[in-house]
């Protein structure tokens, strides 16, 4: 672990991660997604537009260049697509973008994924602007939970990170999802040093007014070339700190299926998680894969190694044989972890997260 990290200290055992799988197990029988680690992929993050009506700067360029229509995958594909993992073991997914709530029909590719036969959870992330609009839709459809990218409750700033945005239409769409009944919403804050390390506790009180989870994101090393993260970086460990001043923090074993580790208030329904890519790195229990939304299947989001579908899929319409074995022989390129510990100062992908899928 990296020990060059602002603030880095240990964690109890119990929040680093879930017990690895034993490297070189036997598989599991019901398993087909198993990589040579003998990691068992269970979870697919399916992004379905790289567009955004928000410009966040750890997330885009400013001037973003979005990829031509006939590049990015169809809601069909889409739907072929997801079909074709949940048939190979695939029990939980993600769809996100960009925003996929500003992709056109979005409702009917999720009305079609939550019936997928041997699917068990549908979720979503969003950054909440259109969550007012499409809330009772989402629910009605078969989401069961969702994500909300939230990183400061003060108007100004809210405009600052993201450019563009109107912290008011979040703040509605949240209230909105709350009404609609999800079985739990959770609000995802990006941790930034000078940032909003000074609302992290009103953050935290926020969540639990609303009854509902909050988890903090490290900074991710994504971006432009001579863009140094180091500034504005703040570790899990330092937030964590911060937060044990004004609240009790009891650790908790429980996970939603993806990187989280998660600590309760007491007497209160609210999890705090923190997401730790660079100080308490989680890959040994990585169960996920990424598709973009122009079908690169990405087995590790810390690599560049990618798996182009959208071809297969294109040339062979009505078979996925070629696409199913495209699919499991990425598995052989999974890598063991990334080092985004050591990338802070420049970023190790030269790609946005709007363009990977949030």
């Not at 991660?17 to 029988?29: H, K, N, S």
């Not at 100004?156 to 945005?165: A, D, H, K, P």
């Not at 994504?222 to 863009?227: K, Y």
Request: proline share 6%; aromatic share 6%; net charge positive.
């Amino acid at each position: 672990m990296p020990n060059d990290l602002p603030g880095a200290q240990n964690w109890p055992d119990t929040t680093l991660a879930p017990t690895p799988p034993l490297i070189g197990a036997a598989r599991p029988a019901d398993a087909v997604l198993v990589d040579k680690y003998g990691r068992q992929v269970s979870y697919l993050r399916l992004s379905i537009t790289d567009r955004c009506d928000f410009r966040c700067h750890y997330c885009m360029a400013e001037e973003m260049e979005f990829l031509p229509r006939a590049q990015v995958l169809t809601l069909e594909e889409c739907l072929r697509l997801a079909s074709v993992f949940v048939d190979l073991g695939v029990s939980k997914l993600r769809v996100t973008g960009g925003e996929p709530l500003v992709r056109r029909n979005a409702i009917w590719l999720l009305e079609r994924l939550a019936r997928l036969p041997g699917l068990r959870e549908l979720v979503l992330t969003t950054n909440g602007s259109q969550l007012a609009r499409y809330a009772p839709a989402l629910r009605a459809a078969g989401v069961r939970r969702i994500n909300i990218s939230l990183d400061t409750l003060r108007a100004e700033r809210f405009r600052q990170i993201t450019r563009v945005g109107d912290l008011s239409r979040v703040l509605a769409g949240i209230a909105a999802a709350r009404a609609a009944g999800f079985e739990r919403l959770k609000i995802n804050a990006v941790l930034l040093r000078g940032g909003n390390d000074d609302e992290i506790s009103d953050l935290v009180h926020f969540a639990v007014a609303q009854e509902i989870d909050i988890a903090f994101i490290e900074q991710m090393p994504f971006g432009e070339l001579g863009h140094s993260r180091r500034p504005s970086f703040l570790s899990s460990d330092e937030a964590l700190a911060l937060l044990q001043a004004d609240f009790v923090l009891v650790p908790s074993a429980e996970t939603t299926g993806g990187p989280a580790r998660y600590w309760r208030i007491p007497g209160q329904t609210t999890r705090v998680g923190f997401i730790a890519p660079h100080s308490h790195n989680f890959c040994a229990a990585c169960n996920r894969v990424r598709v973009t939304a122009r079908g690169e299947l990405f087995p590790c989001l810390g690599s560049n190694d990618a798996v182009h579908l959208l071809p297969l899929l294109r040339a062979h319409p009505a078979d996925d044989a070629l696409v199913r074995a495209a699919i499991a022989q990425s598995m052989g390129f999974k890598a063991r972890g990334h080092d985004f510990g050591q990338r802070l100062d420049a970023p190790q992908l030269v790609r946005f997260m709007s363009v990977t899928g949030g």
